[in-house]
């Protein structure tokens, strides 16, 4: 992949920060939430890099996999799987709303699956060799951590500390998402 050479430079001027904190992942039955994914995702084109999305709240956490479920027709009915994990990245951007705006994202759309330049800029920040992104979450008042696996280094932790089975429809029902 061919990156900006201007975004390059403006993430560049971002020092990265050391996490070591739990983040929380929601999954189906039967993944393993520390597995990382190739698929498609708001800050990694398909192919790209391994990722895992994780998010700095439970709630965070069962918001991004309920929007996508709800997408699904009929709704799924089986509950997912809510895990506590212990995370540590060496190499971390933080990036805010106003930082996100600066790099040309358009929050107006920003819930919206038009991933484009947000993947640009995730691609530039693994390209960068960071091994992680905090940046606020699409899905509920938080951030997320996202976790750049080719570059996460075996030195660093990627723990599950608890997994819990949550009802996903009852969550979604109870705080207006669906």
């Not at 895990?83 to 106003?98: D, G, N, P």
């Not at 920003?110 to 899905?139: H, K, W």
């Not at 976790?147 to 109870?174: G, V």
Request: proline residues 4%; aromatic residues 8%.
């Amino acid at each position: 992949m061919v990156h900006d050479p201007d975004l390059l430079d403006r993430l560049s001027a971002f020092t990265p920060i050391r996490f070591d904190d739990v983040v929380f992942r929601a999954t189906r039955l039967g993944l393993d939430p520390l597995t990382g994914s190739y698929a498609r995702g708001r800050w990694a084109p398909r192919d790209s890099t391994q990722v895992l999305y994780t998010s700095l709240e439970m709630d965070g956490a069962i918001a991004e996999i309920a929007f996508h479920l709800a997408l699904l027709t009929p709704y799924p009915t089986k509950p997912v799987l809510l895990h506590r994990l212990r995370a540590t990245t060496r190499t971390t951007i933080r990036l805010l709303r106003a930082d996100l705006g600066g790099l040309g994202v358009d929050f107006s759309h920003y819930e919206s699956i038009n991933y484009a330049r947000t993947q640009a800029i995730g691609a530039a920040v693994s390209f960068l060799e960071c091994d992680g992104l905090i940046v606020p979450s699409a899905r509920w008042s938080c951030d997320n951590l996202v976790i750049f696996m080719d570059n996460h280094r075996l030195e660093e932790t990627l723990d599950r500390e608890q997994s819990d089975s949550i009802d996903w429809l009852a969550w979604a029902r109870d705080r207006g998402r669906l």
